[in-house]
């Protein structure tokens, strides 16, 4: 069951995880399904106030160690196993909290970050514990791979989020109506901004992937398969002008056997050039000063 949902609901980190060992597939698959089991509170069709009352309690069970609930046993297991800071946790639940409201709008880039940290640079954290990363530089890139990864989800459904109120462009003169409407005076104003975010989802994507010399040789190329399939996400939503489609956008069969091959050929050239002649560039920790928490928990 848990495999079956992250085969379902996480595509590109599924066929990288063929790479992982059994024990690190099912410790990952259960913290995918505690970060889903929050995305689904948020998500779900129910009235807001009942999703509040949902959250909360899960929230609460959390911090109270309900072991009765299978999702929130497994995770602890991880927390303890793995000694994971409980606050980076909490700061995932604050992060999820952000989208229990009528209207979602992020207002700055700075907000953009700090709410892409919480819901995902948290997780990428947790991963990287999961994978038995210890080195400082190496959490950061998999807080930066977390990051990227979230401002591509925000690229591929800006009309999903819109039709439930949801604006992460930080851009005051979009608003939801004009995405969900399709209007044809803003496209070029929201193509814009969807092209900006998807260069600073560069940046941290570049970030963590100079962030990978520092871990477990296995690990790295797992993670840079991920990093290559999701980045390529977002590249095919601008490329199709796939702004207003209802439908989510993913990477066929075709297109992942081609990233795959491209990326086996990159991780031995980096393999060679790079992650052993420490021929990389500074990490570009743009959040750090605005997240106290993040600096905290590495």
Known sequence: MKNNLLKKHAKSF?????????????????????????DDIADNNTNLESKKEIFLKFKKDFENKNLNNQIINDMWSIVDSESISKQIVIDLFDGVETDLEEKVIINSKKDLLV??????????????????????????????????????NIIRDIKA??????????????????????????????????????????????????????IPLRSRFVILIALRLYQAIGKKVLRKNHIYSDKKLYINM???????????LEFAILHIYSFKKNNHK?????YIKDLPHANRNI
Request: aromatic share 12%.
């Open 254 to 264: 075709y297109e992942k056997f081609l990233i795959i091959i491209k990326t086996s």
């Open 282 to 286: 500074p990490l570009n920790h743009l």
């Open 115 to 152: 709410y892409s940290y919480r819901v995902a640079g948290t997780v990428g954290l947790m991963m990287s514990k999961i994978l038995k990363v210890k080195n400082k530089e190496a959490l950061k890139g998999a807080i930066d791979l977390g990051i990227a990864m979230q401002l591509t």
């Open 161 to 214: 989020d819109a039709s439930i109120g949801r604006v992460y462009i930080p851009d005051q003169d979009i608003k939801a109506k004009d995405i969900v409407d399709e209007s044809k005076s803003k496209f070029r104003v929201i193509k814009n901004n969807a092209q900006n975010l998807e260069l600073l989802a560069s940046h941290y994507y570049e970030s963590a992937l100079h962030g990978l010399r520092f």
């Open 14 to 38: 599924y066929w990288a995880s063929f790479f992982l060992s059994r024990d690190t597939f099912k410790k990952c698959s259960s913290l995918y399904n505690f970060c889903r089991t929050l």
